[in-house]
């Protein structure tokens, strides 16, 4: 049995919890929470099942140093100590990421410097010759933690950012992070028992990391590559059988519907849900919230409506109050979570939430709030016996902080009564251009390994059944799943929309 490492999964503000549930699920342990990262132990095939299954983490690192440091000479005097042999080798490329939380270390740039100073030096000393940099495209990426005098040095095992799935292909302005997407998710307690609906989709990011969670797929399935594909100690065998591995997927028997006021959106919607191979499970349809109509069986809503930052309304207040009236009138008896960034905005909507989750959706600290809709007065609800609020949703309102008084509003309270009727959203339709190449043999995914398209299955209720996802044999659009012999679809280059953090 493999012996068991230090590992830290980074994430997003607000969704550690979400995270520290995945990986215990996933079999770590040790798992402590901390700020915008989650630490556990395991072995290998936990390191690679981190990065392929994962949810809501960002990255996943493996510490390979923990010292004290006050000055940039004693950094790099404790990374000069470690045996870069073991790491990196002479003909290979590497690069340093520097986090600092430091009234020492003021620049997180001049650290990285200091850092690969170090281990450049090192083989100089050793070898005459030392390794190149490569920021772009290392072989070896490291990160450098600093919190005061605290530093951890460690390897980065995923390489590009974990959020960063594969199947976008296009988006619109201001895409919804996936993993803040799939946190959210996750956060509502839904896995696929009810239908799932987005009145205010964009480019489709919350339908398909619904579709991955009702199916327990790994979002992985869709990445090129990862960083821990270089390492030297590297097991293609033992993450062959991982990535091969759908033992735990299972059948979705609901539906996910998506709609959007702007015909663009839709079109971005379908395109990444075809790319993912998921439009059997999700329907994207061009309509304005205002007009939807009540669901004819049980279902869950999740909506990222505009905030007046990055994307707006002429009547923005006036959006939300439609949001309340529709939700009341047509969401009876069904859960709706908003997600939304300021106090005033979540005031028109005129319902009571049962839940607030502070979470950041990029730099803006923005609130994840549920609303339990019923018919008649809230007095008669709870007369019959019902709870707005459960005893672990009161605790964790109690622990929760919230919106911080007098924030700007940025002058758009003046130009509330303009347009009533006002588009949801304003778009910008990127377009992306993307190689058509034939299929191919996966067998080795470190030279040039294509990132998959799953391209439009007719048939995705039997998913099981021998199919192999390497190894040449394609996935099949036939009924009978991803086994046939059906070549799976184009394969892309995908631009990138999101920043890393």
Same mark, same amino acid.
């Given at each position: 049995?493999?012996?068991?490492?230090?590992?830290?999964?980074?994430?997003?503000?607000?969704?550690?919890?979400?995270?520290?549930?995945?990986?215990?699920?996933?079999? +770590?342990?040790?798992?402590?929470?901390?700020?915008?990262?989650?630490?556990?132990?395991?072995?290998?095939?936990?390191? #690679?099942?981190?990065?392929?299954?994962?949810?809501?983490?960002?990255?996943?690192?493996?510490?390979?140093?923990?010292?004290?440091?006050?000055?940039?000479?004693?950094?790099?005097?404790?990374?000069?100590?470690?045996?870069? =042999?073991?790491?990196?080798?002479?003909?290979?490329?590497?690069?340093?990421? =520097?986090?600092?939380?430091?009234?020492?270390?003021?620049?997180?740039?001049?650290?990285?410097?200091?850092? !690969?100073? +170090?281990?450049?030096?090192?083989? @100089?000393?050793? +070898?005459?010759?030392?390794?190149?940099?490569?920021?772009?495209?290392?072989?070896?990426?490291?990160?450098?933690?600093?919190?005061?005098?605290?530093?951890?040095?460690?390897?980065?095992?995923?390489?590009? =950012?974990?959020?960063? @799935?594969? #199947?976008?292909?296009?988006?619109?302005?201001?895409?919804?992070?996936?993993?803040?997407?799939?946190?959210?998710?996750?956060?509502?307690?839904?896995?696929?028992?009810?239908?799932?609906?987005?009145?205010?989709?964009?480019?489709?990011?919350?339908?398909?990391?619904?579709?991955?969670?009702?199916?327990?797929?790994?979002?992985?399935?869709?990445?090129?590559?990862?960083?821990?594909?270089?390492?030297?100690?590297?097991?293609?065998?033992?993450?062959?059988?991982?990535?091969?591995?759908? =033992?735990?997927?299972?059948?979705?028997?609901?539906?996910?519907?998506?709609?959007?006021?702007?015909?663009?959106?839709?079109?971005?919607?379908?395109?990444?849900?075809?790319?993912?191979?998921?439009?059997?499970?999700?329907?994207?349809?061009?309509?304005?919230?205002?007009? *939807?109509?009540?669901?004819?069986?049980? +279902?869950?809503?999740?909506?990222?409506?505009?905030?007046?930052?990055?994307?707006?309304?002429?009547?923005?207040?006036?959006?939300?109050?439609?949001?309340?009236?529709?939700?009341?009138?047509?969401?009876?008896?069904?859960?709706?979570?908003?997600?939304? #960034?300021?106090?005033?905005?979540?005031?028109?909507?005129?319902?009571?939430?049962?839940?607030?989750?502070?979470?950041?959706?990029?730099?803006?600290?923005?609130?994840?709030?549920? #609303?339990?809709?019923?018919?008649?007065?809230?007095?008669?609800?709870?007369?019959?016996?019902?709870?707005? !609020?459960?005893?672990?949703?009161?605790?964790?309102?109690?622990?929760?902080?919230?919106?911080?008084?007098?924030?700007?509003?940025? !002058?758009?309270?003046?130009?509330?009564?303009?347009?009533?009727?006002?588009?949801?959203?304003?778009?910008? *339709?990127?377009?992306?251009?993307?190689?058509?190449?034939?299929?191919?043999?996966?067998?080795?995914?470190?030279?040039?390994?294509?990132?998959?398209? *799953?391209?439009?299955?007719?048939?995705?209720?039997?998913?099981?059944?021998?199919?192999?996802?390497?190894?040449?044999?394609?996935?099949?659009?036939?009924?009978?799943?991803?086994?046939?012999?059906?070549? *799976?679809?184009?394969?892309?280059?995908?631009?990138?929309?999101?920043?890393?953090?």
């Amino acid at each position: 049995m493999e012996q068991e490492f230090e590992l830290i999964a980074k994430t997003f503000m607000g969704l550690e919890s979400v995270l520290a549930q995945e990986l215990t699920q996933l079999g +770590a342990n040790n798992v402590q929470i901390g700020r915008r990262m989650v630490s556990f132990t395991g072995d290998k095939e936990l390191m #690679y099942r981190a990065n392929f299954q994962l949810h809501t983490a960002i990255r996943v690192l493996k510490p390979i140093a923990h010292f004290k440091a006050t000055t940039a000479d004693e950094v790099y005097e404790e990374v000069k100590k470690i045996d870069w =042999s073991q790491y990196i080798d002479l003909k290979e490329s590497f690069a340093v990421d =520097s986090v600092v939380f430091s009234e020492e270390f003021r620049h997180s740039k001049f650290v990285s410097y200091k850092v !690969k100073d +170090a281990i450049v030096d090192q083989f @100089r000393e050793k +070898a005459g010759q030392r390794p190149n940099i490569s920021v772009s495209n290392p072989d070896i990426r490291l990160n450098m933690h600093i919190a005061e005098d605290k530093c951890t040095l460690s390897l980065d095992s995923s390489g590009e =950012s974990l959020h960063r @799935r594969g #199947y976008r292909q296009e988006s619109v302005e201001a895409p919804l992070n996936e993993v803040l997407a799939a946190g959210m998710i996750l956060m509502t307690g839904w896995k696929g028992e009810t239908d799932f609906i987005d009145p205010m989709c964009g480019s489709g990011t919350l339908l398909v990391e619904a579709a991955l969670i009702a199916r327990n797929m790994a979002p992985g399935l869709f990445r090129k590559e990862y960083a821990f594909e270089k390492w030297h100690d590297f097991d293609s065998e033992l993450f062959d059988r991982i990535y091969n591995d759908d =033992s735990q997927e299972r059948e979705f028997k609901h539906h996910i519907y998506g709609y959007d006021i702007d015909m663009a959106a839709v079109n971005t919607a379908t395109l990444n849900a075809k790319a993912a191979g998921l439009t059997n499970d999700i329907t994207v349809k061009q309509a304005d919230f205002k007009d *939807f109509k009540q669901p004819e069986g049980k +279902a869950i809503l999740v909506v990222n409506p505009p905030y007046g930052e990055r994307i707006s309304t002429p009547d923005l207040l006036g959006t939300y109050r439609m949001m309340g009236e529709v939700l009341k009138h047509q969401f009876k008896n069904n859960d709706a979570w908003v997600l939304s #960034y300021r106090q005033e905005c979540f005031d028109q909507i005129g319902l009571k939430p049962s839940i607030k989750i502070p979470v950041y959706n990029g730099s803006l600290e923005c609130e994840f709030r549920k #609303y339990q809709m019923f018919e008649g007065k809230l007095k008669e609800f709870r007369g019959e016996g019902n709870i707005l !609020k459960t005893e672990d949703e009161k605790r964790a309102m109690s622990e929760k902080h919230r919106f911080k008084k007098n924030r700007d509003f940025k !002058k758009r309270l003046d130009e509330e009564e303009e347009n009533e009727e006002g588009d949801i959203r304003t778009f910008k *339709f990127h377009k992306i251009s993307f190689k058509d190449n034939d299929g191919g043999s996966r067998d080795d995914r470190r030279r040039g390994r294509d990132r998959k398209s *799953f391209g439009d299955r007719s048939d995705r209720n039997d998913m099981k059944g021998g199919k192999e996802r390497r190894g040449g044999k394609s996935f099949g659009g036939d009924k009978g799943g991803r086994k046939g012999g059906k070549d *799976f679809g184009k394969k892309f280059n995908n631009k990138r929309f999101n920043d890393d953090i």
